[in-house]
């Protein structure tokens, strides 16, 4: 099992509604994110935070435009909330972050060793999601 940071923008993938209203959400990655990995996920503008850990409850594959684009697939993950971090989103700020060794939030990335053991540190009863 991997752990991954991915980044959304609420304004055009609105990841928090979503899952407040379905239980789920999806989102599209380039990247080996697999079932029962777990991401956690950054929202740029307004939050400019890490704000919720989900785990993949399953992955859709499919190859965008597979005639005129060779070797290009896309692959669609199912998140499910595990915890959210909203508590303690001051936290998690990108200048947070990248103190803990985050390399760039602009593409999917796994989790460091410094940035995951920061991450469990900040765990507490409230950020369960049950």
Do not use: H
Request: proline share 2%; aromatic share 12%; net charge negative.
């Amino acid at each position: 099992m991997k752990k991954w940071v991915i980044s959304c923008n609420l304004k055009g993938n609105d990841v928090l509604q979503n899952i407040l209203e379905t239980g789920s959400t999806f989102y599209e990655t380039a990247e080996d994110i697999n079932v029962n990995d777990e991401v956690f996920v950054y929202a740029r503008e307004p939050l400019n935070a890490l704000f919720l850990k989900c785990s993949v409850k399953k992955t859709l594959e499919e190859n965008i435009d597979k005639d005129y684009i060779k070797g290009y697939n896309k692959k669609r993950i199912e998140l499910i909330p595990i915890e959210n971090y909203l508590s303690d989103i001051d936290k998690l700020s990108y200048n947070n972050l990248l103190s803990y060794g985050l390399k760039d939030i602009s593409f999917d990335c796994e989790v460091n060793k410094d940035l995951l053991e920061y991450l469990d540190s900040i765990r507490n009863e409230n950020n369960f999601i049950y």
